[in-house]
């Protein structure tokens, strides 16, 4: 049974750039959730992929968007980078848009705005 | 806004005592609590739940208590052993509908 990667471990990037980062869902589920923790902070909310659909959203800008693939790997875009986007992005699978103790996280993406 | 506090940022016990962890919470509306442990390079992983409608959930060393009167939770680890030190999550949801987490508590068990 393959665990939630994520890809890239780390990334540079500055103010008004665009970002994408990928998460590889645990083998058999077909829910992605995403979260940004900020340092000293817990993990946010971004939104959730269900079955390719968004499912849920948290309070994020548009410029926060998300795509999910037959294979229920995921992508979490950022356009216009700030330097408060700066921050560890998690994501999270589990089964049929669950959340609590059946999602799996991944060690997430450290990305550094400059 | 923060539905889930943990107003401790940090923990120091000795090896073999009691270690508690203390979480707030303001919405009434939360229905299931959980617990998360993080390690450096990893991502957060499960440790224990309590649905709302109970006050008291064990798990092995773990026991997680809950008093909705002072929406007020906590955890505690008895005994602490080195292996426990990690910064410890507090979250909340809403009839599953997402989860508030807490800004974490690190924990540190000396030997």
Request: hydrophobic share 30%; glycine share 8%.
């Amino acid at each position: 049974e393959t665990g939630v990667t994520q890809s890239p471990t780390h990334l540079i990037k500055t103010r008004g750039q665009q970002v994408t980062l990928r998460c590889s869902s645990q083998s058999g589920h077909n829910t992605v959730s995403w979260y940004q923790q900020a340092l000293g902070q817990g993990p946010q909310f971004i939104f959730q992929y269900y079955r390719e659909e968004e499912n849920g959203r948290g309070n994020f800008p548009p410029r926060f968007s998300g795509l999910q693939f037959p294979n229920y790997s995921s992508e979490l875009n950022v356009n216009a980078l700030e330097l408060d986007d700066s921050a560890l992005y998690l994501c999270a699978s589990s089964l049929e848009g669950r959340f609590g103790e059946t999602q799996y996280f991944g060690p997430g993406t450290r990305l550094l705005v400059l | 806004d923060q539905q889930v506090k943990q107003n401790s940022p940090s923990l120091s016990v000795q090896e073999g005592r009691i270690s508690i962890l203390n979480c707030d919470y303001t919405n009434s509306m939360f229905d299931y609590f959980l617990w998360y442990k993080k390690y450096p390079a990893e991502g957060p992983t499960f440790l224990i739940s309590i649905s709302s409608i109970k006050d008291k959930n064990e798990d092995g060393r773990f026991t997680v208590f809950l008093n909705k009167s002072a929406k007020h939770l906590s955890l505690h680890i008895v005994p602490s052993q080195p292996g426990d030190s990690a910064v410890y999550f507090c979250a909340a949801s809403v009839n599953n509908n997402d989860m508030r987490f807490g800004a974490g508590t690190r924990l540190t068990v000396k030997p």
